[in-house]
């Protein structure tokens, strides 16, 4: 059976209609088939999307640099879904350079083949700390460091409501004679419980997303003593939930093209839904972290000096090539405004520099 027909069946044994998380959990991550699951090429131009270190190396130059403000001795980094693995290079090489690199750097990749390219990667640009890097299968115990999570909030299935009547209710995956087809299922969700917005227009459709709140949950349980960068295309509250976001944040990106049809190209495209920060901000506050910045990608990254690494570039061609990178990742039409970064961490409150320019968590 094929990707396509295993989700079917799936929906045929159910005798109802699935959730759009379970749906997106099939398509994106089941073994093999699915599309983080499969050999298929991804990221960068052959792939369907770009992300921030595929862009440019300067953002994990930033990043790194960031690290190393909090990183003691002893003290691991933990990247989850490290896609290429050009970050973690990134961070490597630039920790090296400045003389702050971790104990272990830690990667947690659900998908063998981008575990494949990762140690292919690093071991192409920086052979010399391989032996650094270490693959794991499950959540760490007790981990003291920083830990990274770069547009992987975004990968996490997500449940699609929609209000009907003045309430709430789930939006599931159901067959037709055409083939998926969305069904309302009859399950009632509370405003209250979801931080959802009351009377919005009939038919307003959005998402919510539990397993990042549980991801985030977990997370508190696996950190001792940690600072965690959660960066991704994302908003807060109440502008995820704008009146005229009637249609909700669901996205799908195949060859570079973007639609809003996660029933098409099964396993072949990749499916997102953008980050409630503010959802993920309450969560976090309550498994115990303490929320400590809140920023655009831009603000943060200039904050970190992105410009400066422009400046101190001699060669004039390499400037010209980095200087059309940087404005990827700081232009409000490209990268700059829509992604965010935000800090959380278990012990005290402190000030980054990665927020020295901008602080937004009083928007959460
Ligand atoms: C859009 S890609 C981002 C890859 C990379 N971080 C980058 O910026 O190029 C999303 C990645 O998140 C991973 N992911 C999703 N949920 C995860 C989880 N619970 N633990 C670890 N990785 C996860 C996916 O497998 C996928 O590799």
């Excluded at 109802?16 to 997106?24: L, R, V, Y």
């Excluded at 939006?171 to 083939?179: A, N």
């Excluded at 000096?305 to 090539?321: A, C, P």
Aim: proline share 3%; aromatic share 10%.
């Amino acid at each position: 059976m094929n990707l396509e027909e295993i989700i079917k069946d799936t929906i045929i044994q159910n005798q109802a209609p699935i959730g759009f998380d379970e749906f997106m959990q099939l398509a994106l991550y089941y073994p093999k088939l699915g599309y983080y699951r499969s050999g298929s090429e991804k990221f960068g131009e052959k792939g369907d999307f770009i992300t921030a270190p595929e862009t440019s190396d300067l953002f994990g130059f930033c990043l790194a640099k960031q690290c190393a403000e909090v990183l003691k001795l002893e003290d691991d980094i933990l990247e989850f879904g490290a896609g290429s693995g050009v970050l973690a290079a990134q961070i490597l090489f630039e920790l090296g350079r400045l003389n702050k690199l971790p104990k272990h750097y830690y990667i947690l990749e659900l998908s063998a083949e981008l575990r494949y390219r990762q140690q292919q990667t690093i071991s192409s640009v920086l052979p010399e700390l391989l032996g650094r890097v270490v693959w794991l299968d499950e959540l760490p115990k007790g981990f003291c460091g920083v830990v990274i999570a770069n547009e992987v909030l975004d990968a996490m299935p997500a449940k699609r409501i929609i209000q009907q009547k003045k309430h709430f209710y789930e939006l599931g995956v159901g067959l037709s004679q055409t083939g998926f087809d969305w069904q309302i299922k009859n399950i009632k969700l509370s405003e209250n419980d979801y931080a959802l917005p009351s009377l919005m227009s009939e038919g307003y459709t959005t998402e919510i997303n539990q397993q990042a709140n549980a991801w985030i949950n977990a997370l508190h349980d696996a950190v001792d003593n940690a600072l965690i960068l959660l960066i991704d295309y994302g908003m807060h509250r109440d502008e995820y939930f704008h009146p005229q976001r009637n249609d909700g944040t669901l996205r799908c990106y195949h060859h570079h093209k973007a639609s809003d049809n996660p029933f098409i190209n099964i396993g072949e495209q990749d499916i997102t839904t953008s980050v409630n920060f503010s959802d993920i901000a309450d969560q976090a506050s309550s498994s115990g972290f303490n929320i400590i910045g809140y920023a655009t990608q831009a603000m943060f990254l200039l904050s970190l000096g992105i410009d400066e690494y422009l400046l101190n570039e001699t060669d004039e061609n390499k400037r010209i090539t980095l200087a059309q990178q940087v404005k990827q990742l700081i232009l409000p039409s490209a990268m700059g405004e829509s992604f965010k970064v935000l800090a959380l961490n278990t012990t005290q409150q402190v000030k980054l520099t990665g927020f020295k320019e901008q602080d937004l968590t009083h928007k959460l």
